[in-house]
Nanobody, 120 residues
Framework: QVQLVQSGGGSVQAGGSLRLSCAAS????????MDWYRQAPGKQREFIGT???????NYADSVKGRFTISRDNAKNKVSLQMNSLRPEDTAVYYC??????????????WGQGTQVTVSS
């Protein structure tokens, strides 16, 4: 139905910056929200932030002030700008989106995941 393809990420030293992007494609009618999550080795998947179609943004306390989510509704794309990165930000990052497809059925999709590694 709806596919999410992530790009960006990689390795950086502490204090550096990285940018992730996620593009949704398919028979999309509406995307209610696009989110970012991350999962570090041995830990549960953690919510990072979300942006609604109306532009309302919420962040987890752990990234507030350092990470910025932006969205291009026309392109069904969401980005995550990560600044002042710390070693504890090392994880696989996932984008997520939910909404409705053409025809009215709902969708709930995840990206393939992107590794972010921050060295001290």
């Amino acid at each position: 139905q709806v596919q999410l393809v992530q790009s960006g990420g990689g390795s950086v030293q502490a204090g550096g910056s990285l940018r992730l992007s996620c593009a949704a494609s398919g028979s999309i009618f509406n995307i209610n929200a696009m989110d970012w999550y991350r999962q570090a080795p041995g830990k549960q998947r953690e919510f990072i932030g979300t942006i609604t179609s109306g532009g309302i943004i919420n962040y987890a306390d752990s990234v507030k002030g350092r990470f910025t989510i932006s969205r291009d509704n026309a392109k069904n794309k969401v980005s995550l700008q990560m600044n002042s990165l710390r070693p504890e930000d090392t994880a696989v990052y996932y984008c997520h989106a939910w909404g409705t497809v053409v025809g009215g059925r709902s969708f709930d999709s995840w990206g393939q995941g992107t590794q972010v590694t921050v060295s001290s």
